[in-house]
């Protein structure tokens, strides 16, 4: 257990539907991060939150959209997603050592 | 632009016995972070270690250490003693010391397999 969690594990969407991911972590850290894993590629960056300001965008299409409430919550929300889209969603957040803690990721399928 | 390079898709060990897995990268800062994690088939991305750029002495952690070869820009992991828990992707990352840049870079990753 590292802290950070993921719901949902697992998620089968149509293309026209609208569904969120969500992470919270209860490490006390300020940046959270989202990251997508798709197979034979190296881990992606979607976006960075810093204190709840969003400091990167990785030229993620629109169809993707992050919200921050707080420090410790972070939501992806999904619209109108493609099929290549599908993949394996992670969360972090940093640690004191700049290190990164991952939670379990949701593996999307988008049919 | 920062980038990292695993050069080994994939690695195999007996167990009991010490692999080495490589990883260089390219960066014209002097002063950075360096990662490997291991993400086994549950898929959980664990910390392994962490080295910082400007200690010359290689982080270690139990049977995991690093080879940090600054000039080299190289970053190996050997794991000792190898164990059937350490069958998972391994991924190095970079991350930048500059204020604002917390985003890791990370390599394409290397599976290991231990054999029983």
């Known amino acids: 257990e590292t802290g950070v969690t993921q719901t949902p594990r697992h998620l089968v969407m149509g293309m026209t539907n609208k569904k969120s991911l969500k992470c919270e972590q209860h490490l006390g850290h300020n940046a959270m991060y989202w990251y997508k894993q798709s197979a034979k590629k190296p881990l992606e960056l979607m976006f960075v939150?810093?204190?709840?300001?969003?400091?990167e965008n990785n030229s993620v299409p629109s169809r993707f959209s992050p919200e921050c409430p707080n420090s410790s919550h972070l939501f992806l929300h999904l619209h109108t997603l493609q099929p290549e889209d599908s993949a394996l969603y992670l969360c972090a957040s940093s640690g004191p050592y700049n290190e990164q803690f991952f939670g379990p990721g949701t593996r999307l399928t988008v049919l | 632009a920062q980038t990292v390079t695993q050069s080994q898709p994939e690695m195999s060990v007996q167990e009991a016995e010490t692999v080495t897995l490589s990883c260089t990268y390219d960066t014209s800062e002097s002063d950075y972070y360096l990662f490997w994690y291991k993400q086994p088939p549950s898929r959980q991305m664990i910390l392994v270690i962490r080295?910082?750029?400007?200690?010359?002495q290689n982080a270690t952690e139990n049977r995991f250490s690093v080879n940090f070869q600054k000039a080299a820009k190289s970053f190996s992991l050997k794991i000792s003693d190898s164990q059937l828990g350490d069958a998972a992707m391994y991924f190095c990352?970079?991350?930048?010391?500059?204020?604002?840049?917390?985003?890791?870079?990370f390599g394409k990753g290397t599976k290991l397999t231990v054999n029983p």
């Open positions: 080295q910082e750029a400007y200690k010359q």
């Open positions: 990352a970079y991350r930048s010391s500059q204020g604002g840049s917390e985003k890791l870079v």
């Open positions: 939150y810093n204190f709840k300001e969003q400091t």
